[in-house]
């Protein structure tokens, strides 16, 4: 199970943050992003190890980390475009089971 929080209205070239926990330890954390019309896309994602991937269009402004004791990824994004809004989701790839793991969709919506 995964609970994201975080999210919002927020105007062009500000900030904001997401979170989001797992239920147990879980190999990958991270976030996807879905706007209306479009498929869902990369955001950016963590292991446990701390190896991350990032989408392009957000190399350089949101930043995603990772509290392991917690069961916890945190994506702080920073300089943020209107072509940002979207409904943000949080995943998990377990090894375990082999598959991925979707949270409910948070939206973030960047507008003046």
């Known amino acids: 199970q995964l609970q994201a929080s975080g999210g919002g209205l927020v105007q062009p070239g500000g900030s904001l943050s997401l979170s989001c926990t797992a239920s147990?330890?879980?190999?990958?954390m991270g976030w996807y992003r879905q706007a209306p019309g479009k498929q869902r896309d990369l955001v950016a994602t963590?292991?446990?190890?701390?190896?991350?991937a990032y989408g392009d269009s957000v190399k350089g402004r949101f930043t995603i980390s990772r509290d392991n004791a917690k069961n916890t990824v945190y994506l702080q994004m920073k300089d943020l475009k209107p072509q940002d809004t979207a409904t943000y989701y949080c995943?998990?790839?377990?090894?375990?089971?082999?598959?991925?793991?979707w949270g409910q969709g948070t939206l973030v919506t960047v507008s003046s």
């Open positions: 963590m292991t446990s190890a701390g190896e991350t």
């Open positions: 995943m998990a790839y377990s090894i375990n089971d082999a598959r991925n793991y």
């Open positions: 147990r330890s879980i190999f990958r």
